[in-house]
């Protein structure tokens, strides 16, 4: 009895000590080494080291997409690539992800980031106001905190804690006018950011569900997206994925969208794969989409298939008023094949490899 006790005792604190130990990132095992058979969560068995591969979404991908690249090329984390690459767009001036864009409908800027890295480790902060890198303090809440995701007031309380310069909290001149012009009729009808590689970033006319113009470059040059999402894989293999928005302009105080939610807006599974998300938040968050594509991956589909099942979900499920939104995810598996698939035609996402470094369109429901 005492020798089965103290048994099931040191094989209890001898698994913890697996796992406590793989935290910390302390331990690397070899075919000789006994613990070897005892799989952690994200260890892939038999994982061949693979090319590093990034997508992201929409064409503000391919600036995103240079700045994870710097990481990747020199055989630097998937983690730090999706870090480093999503805060060039949080840095463009010619873009309306972070702090330059569309307030909410009382006229503040609220911010929602997401990352998660091969262990299933994940931080994010939601209405986050005045802070320049929300992905940043996202990676902090993941590093720092026993918790996954901070918002608004204790979100900003920890980046300034955490040394992140409090920014003004002015609009920028083009948020100021758009919100101007948007307090006239004061309608929240979402925009619909629906973008063609050939017709946005290379110049012809874009259109958007609800019939008005809604071009991926504003009159100003200026980027109209307000979201990315970036997942990568590293030389060793490793998947993780970033998310950063200002949201829907025009939406209420306090609302927040799916980016910052694990498990809607991105999410990670090593074993699988890696999926982010872009659209309408709301409708990705009822059915946990990056969840759902990471699962239909694991099934035996491609990227592509998976990501094209999970749009016709919500189709089903918002069944005609599917016409009046845009959803799209991007997802890259194990093998770093990658693909998308989005409801509305006219998405599109940026890819880098060693090979590559282009827009790719993507096959829709509508
Ligand atoms: C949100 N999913 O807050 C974001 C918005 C977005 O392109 O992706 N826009 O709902």
């Not at 700045?67 to 480093?84: K, P």
Request: glycine share 12%; proline share 4%.
């Amino acid at each position: 009895m005492s020798n089965r006790r103290s048994f099931l005792h040191s094989s209890l604190l001898g698994s913890l000590g697996i796992f406590l130990t793989k935290k910390a990132g302390a331990v690397t095992r070899g075919p000789g080494d006994r613990a070897s058979h005892i799989r952690g969560i994200g260890e892939v068995p038999g994982r061949v080291p693979g090319h590093p591969v990034v997508i992201s979404t929409w064409d503000t991908g391919l600036a995103a997409n240079k700045g994870a690249w710097e990481v990747l090329s020199r055989n630097g984390s998937a983690l730090d690539a999706v870090e480093a690459g999503v805060k060039v767009t949080e840095s463009s001036v010619n873009c309306c992800v972070g702090l330059g864009a569309n307030p909410d409908r009382d006229g503040y800027v609220t911010l929602d980031a997401s990352i998660m890295d091969h262990q299933f480790n994940c931080g994010s902060v939601a209405f986050l106001e005045r802070i320049k890198h929300p992905i940043s303090v996202a990676r902090r809440v993941m590093e720092k905190t026993p918790h996954v995701l901070l918002v608004g007031v204790g979100a900003q309380q920890f980046a300034i804690a955490e040394g992140f310069p409090l920014e003004d909290g002015k609009l920028s001149e083009d948020a100021k006018k758009s919100y101007e012009q948007w307090l006239k009729k004061s309608e929240y009808k979402p925009v619909i950011n629906i973008e063609n590689t050939k017709s946005s970033a290379f110049g012809a006319a874009p259109s958007n569900d609800w019939g008005a113009a809604a071009p991926a470059r504003l009159p100003n040059g200026k980027w109209n997206h307000d979201t990315i999402g970036m997942v990568a894989m590293d030389a060793s293999g490793n998947l993780s994925g970033s998310v950063t928005t200002s949201g829907m302009g025009f939406k209420m105080r306090g609302r927040v969208g799916d980016s910052p939610i694990i498990g809607a807006g991105m999410f990670v599974d090593n074993e699988v794969g890696a999926v982010a998300a872009t659209g309408q938040g709301e409708d990705v968050i009822r059915m946990c989409g990056s969840h759902a594509v990471v699962e239909f991956m694991r099934q035996g589909m491609s990227p592509e298939q998976a990501c094209k099942a999970a749009v016709e979900r919500i189709a089903r499920i918002k069944k005609e008023k599917a016409r009046d939104i845009q959803v799209a995810f991007i997802a890259l598996n194990k093998k770093g094949e990658h693909g998308a698939y989005a409801l509305q035609k006219g998405f599109s996402y940026a890819l880098k490899n060693n090979n590559e470094e282009r827009m790719v369109e993507v096959n829709s429901l509508i």
